[in-house]
């Protein structure tokens, strides 16, 4: 099939919200199914950005391959851990299901792993200076 072709079968495709571990929809193998609204009972993922963001690269991936002529193949997740604020300065960090942060640290490790997930690197330096400056003043004005 052309892709042009491809392009109109995937959109015209009924959608089902029920995946395989592709991230196909069952019954409707041209059309994919991640994020908070689809589920693979086989290896079911929790609700979170974390997941549907990795589900989202591996769909435009198996897109790809289905215009390209490939078979899709599987959409690997893998959870990096769980972030969380503690009021103003503190945070807990359980990073890979292996260590966990807490306190200060825990707060720097959860502000360094949102920075470094943002999507441009002018934006990076934008919000990393204004984190620092923040950080700097905060500490000048305990002491
Ligand atoms: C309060 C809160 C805090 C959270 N904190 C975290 C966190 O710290 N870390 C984390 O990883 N996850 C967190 N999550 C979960 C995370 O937000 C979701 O898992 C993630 O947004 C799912 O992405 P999605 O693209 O599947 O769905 P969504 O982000 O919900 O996107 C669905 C989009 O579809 C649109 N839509 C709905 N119906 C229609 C329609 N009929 N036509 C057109 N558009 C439609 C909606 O407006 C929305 O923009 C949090 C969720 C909540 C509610």
Redesign the pocket.
């Given at each position: 099939m052309s892709a042009a072709g491809q392009s109109k079968a995937l959109k015209s495709s009924v959608f089902n919200n029920r995946s395989d571990h592709r991230r196909r929809s069952f019954g409707c193998g041209d059309v994919f199914a991640g994020?908070?609204?689809s589920v693979n009972t086989d290896d079911p993922q929790p609700?979170?950005?974390?997941v549907?963001y990795q589900q989202g690269a591996a769909i435009a991936a198996n897109i790809s391959a289905l215009i390209d002529g490939d078979e899709p193949s599987a959409a690997e997740v893998n959870l990096r851990g769980t972030l969380l604020k503690l009021g103003m300065e503190k945070g807990a960090a359980e990073i890979f299901d292996r260590f966990e942060i807490s306190g200060h640290l825990g707060h720097v490790v959860r502000h360094a792993t949102y920075l470094s997930l943002l999507p441009t690197p002018a934006r990076n330096i934008k919000v990393g200076a204004q984190w620092l400056t923040d950080e700097i003043f905060e500490q000048v004005l305990d002491v």
């Open positions: 994020g908070d609204c609700a979170t950005a974390q549907a």
